[in-house]
């Protein structure tokens, strides 16, 4: 644009044209970041190139928010706080003060443990860097049946007829041979019988986390994010237990054997409990529907959330739960309405991988 002429009547133009284009404007504060992006002039630094999202703008800027927002839910210790009136003596004593981190809680859709991300939960497990899980029933039986038999890459445009008369499933452009679920079938039957036993021999109350830390330890294998999760003591919550092959073989077993009592209330007092108890949260959402709702309203017995990452493509338009925004859960109380919070709108398969090199992968 050229320079502004001072008299821009005495050039014919419009006053009222010069005065709509050409408002000045607002000094914006020191801090405001620049937009940049990686110069590969440099060559390829791929935690160079990561730490430049943050000023690319975008949905690149929400990714280097939600590593911001993570490391910091990472890093908090109580000690960080200061000392309250109605604290009790332990709680003023410093060593455990430094003790007490952000109690982290990891949701994830089925589809995540169908596919590779389910290796990256599995590191998370293992090393215990995040503190209570939640799926849907496919998130759960997934990983035990991948213990069991692989599942593999097709293609998104495979004919469903076809498929079907071959006794191969598509989820998106995975294909899972059907032959995987009559395994499944062979291996839980005698645990579900064993279940039964217990509860009618010994008062066993079983619950869906019951479930899934016996079928933890039943796997025993190294691949399974269950296993690890038995292993490491990390509380596993299902609320929609019966939503996928896990409720087929509870259906299946209910006919064999009838009698399996799965109780839901002590769940739902259990889940809401690892909320209502901790001294800080973080809620890291892939994905939406149940198992977003789930960890949300479980934080709203304790007023909120004070570190929210949602990554995922839903919108909001419809209201769906999925497709909303962390101000929304502000509304709720299910977020607090000062805690640090993103929606990274994005494929989970190609962010959620570069969030955790960039902030549970490094050191402490």
């Known amino acids: 644009m050229a320079a ?11 006053e009222i044209a010069t005065s709509a ?29 990561l730490r430049s999202y943050a000023t690319v703008g975008f949905q690149a800027s929400n990714f280097g928010r939600a590593v911001e927002i993570i490391n910091h839910m990472r890093a908090w210790r109580l000690s ?37 991300i389910r290796d990256t939960i599995k590191y998370l497990a ?23 038999a692989p599942t593999y890459l097709g293609d998104f445009t495979l004919k469903g007829r076809e498929l079907r008369s071959k006794g191969l499933n598509r989820t998106g452009n995975l294909i899972v041979p059907n032959d995987n679920y009559c395994k499944f079938e062979d291996w839980i039957m ?32 190294p691949d399974s994010i269950y296993y690890w999760a038995y292993k490491n003591d990390i509380p596993v919550y299902c609320p929609a237990i019966t939503d996928g092959s896990l409720g087929d ?7 064999r054997s009838p009698g399996l009592v799965v109780d839901v209330v002590q769940d739902i007092r259990a889940m809401n409990s690892e909320a209502v108890f901790a001294k800080k949260t973080g809620i890291i959402i892939l994905g939406g529907g149940m198992i977003k709702h789930h960890i949300c309203n479980a934080n709203l017995m304790r007023n909120g959330a004070d570190f929210a990452v949602y990554v995922n493509t839903a919108q909001e338009f419809d209201g769906s739960d999925a497709g909303a925004r962390p101000d929304e859960a502000v509304s709720w109380g299910k977020i607090r309405a000062d805690a640090e919070s993103v929606k990274v709108y994005a494929e989970v398969t190609l962010v959620f991988p570069l969030l955790v090199a960039q902030t549970f992968a490094r050191s402490e």
Not at 82 to 111: H, M
Not at 196 to 215: D, F, P
């Open 190 to 221: 005698p645990i579900l019988d064993q279940m039964l036993k217990e509860q009618n021999e010994e008062g066993v109350v079983w619950t869906a986390s019951k479930m899934i830390h016996r079928l933890g330890k039943e796997i025993n294998h």
């Open 80 to 116: 960080d706080e200061p000392i309250k009136e109605d604290d009790t003596e332990d709680d003023r004593d410093p060593e455990y003060r430094k003790s007490v981190k952000c109690k982290i809680f990891l949701g994830y859709t089925s589809n995540l443990v169908s596919c590779g």
């Open 4 to 14: 502004r002429d001072s008299n821009p009547q005495a050039n014919g133009v419009p």
């Open 21 to 49: 284009v050409l408002v000045e404007s607002a000094k914006l504060p020191k801090d405001t970041k620049l937009i940049r992006g990686y110069d590969f002039e440099g060559g390829v630094d791929y935690d160079a190139l």
């Open 249 to 255: 073989m509870l259906y299946f077993h209910s006919y």
């Open 126 to 148: 293992k090393n215990r860097l995040v503190d209570v899980l939640v799926s849907s029933a496919g998130g759960i039986e997934e990983d035990f049946i991948k213990c069991m």
